[in-house]
């Protein structure tokens, strides 16, 4: 018995010591042996940084800080923004035809003085550089790809001389192909975003990315419908003209006055942009602007909540042709809407009629009163 108990006691302490000699070598021995990564660890690439979306307000605050007004000494103006760090900006050809130096108004109203560095006769582009904004953050692009059907764009420019003015829109065609005056137009953009004489050269920016996609340069008689020309068909011809400046530039043998480059406008263009700037506002539910191109007496009369109220249930507003005509010292536009709106009986689609009396509040046209009808 006492035997069998020895022998117990025995085999006991052999375990013991070898369970604690066993810990103590995979303790301290072990770790030493490890000196190749483990086949269960994967090393991951890092992914490619993506643009994260910004918050509209945010882009065009931004935006508008390198969008400016180029001015000629006969009058004429157009828009631009800064695309490098060198001080250049991307304008239209049709801004800036057959001139080596002209004016640049900032977004703070600073009057600057530019040089044309580089220009075509046949596509519609043209670089400026303007030496004081040197060393100034630039624009970001869109320099390969391209923007697509359906994409949300914002035009910046100075239509009728309204700078840091902002319209909304989509790209509502692709592959539009024209020709004006000297000028080809291949694969550009159209866009539903309302464009107007001086919004010419301005940037067409996407409103997920904030990355400028087109060079805003032609829109048509009638309508809204503008056209912009991809960045990432020029870009190229662009950086060559800011790496190496023309030494002489070539003559562009006419002005493209169809091509969205301001002139003295009259009333009657005023009006009709600033009833399509209203409708437009409306649509994309920027009421504070709708309402800030309302004159004195309606807003007297109106407070903004009662205005915005009268539109809430606005969904989408379509409008048809605008005629124009002037009586007496002021402009009458009339037209007709379809307007896709809430009702109790769910989303129902109206026409109505409208008329709208446009008229100068120091030297500022304004809508001055509307008049709707209901139309079968």
Known sequence: MNKRWIVSVIATLVLLGAGTYGYFFIKQGVPKQLTAQSSLYIETKPEEKELVPQELKEIIFESQKLVV???????????????????????????????????????????????????????????????????????????????????????????????????????SGVGRSFEIDSFKYEDVFQISAPIA?????????????????????????????????????????????????????????????????????????????LVNYFYESLNYRDYVTAYSLLGSSWQSETAYEKFREGYLDFLTIETEDLLT??????????????VQQRSERGVTYKKYKVKFVLGLENDQMKILSEEREEVE
């Open 69 to 171: 007004k180029i001015e000629l000494p006969d009058g004429s103006f157009g828009s631009g923004f800064l695309y490098n760090n060198k001080g250049d900006v991307i304008t239209n050809a049709h801004v800036v035809p057959n001139a080596k130096e002209v004016k640049v108004v900032t977004a703070d109203s600073k009057e600057l003085t530019g040089q044309v560095i580089g220009v075509s006769v046949d596509t519609d582009v043209a670089v400026v550089r303007v030496p004081e904004l040197e060393g100034t953050e630039p624009l970001r692009l869109a320099r390969t790809k391209k923007a697509e059907l359906g994409d949300e764009v914002i035009a910046l420019g100075s239509p009728l001389g309204f700078q840091n003015t902002v319209t909304t829109g989509i790209i």
């Open 197 to 273: 004489p001086g919004n010419s050269g301005g940037p067409l920016i996407n409103t997920t990315t904030g990355e400028v996609v087109g060079i805003n340069s032609a829109t048509m008689d009638k309508g809204v419908i503008g056209f912009s020309i991809p960045l990432s068909n020029v870009i190229t011809l662009l950086e060559s003209w800011s790496e190496s400046p023309m030494e002489s530039l070539p003559r562009i043998g006419a002005d493209a006055p169809g091509n969205n480059s301001g002139t003295e406008s009259t009333n009657e263009d005023v009006a009709t942009y």
């Open 325 to 338: 005509k002037k009586v007496g010292d002021q402009v009458e536009v009339v037209t007709i809407i379809t």
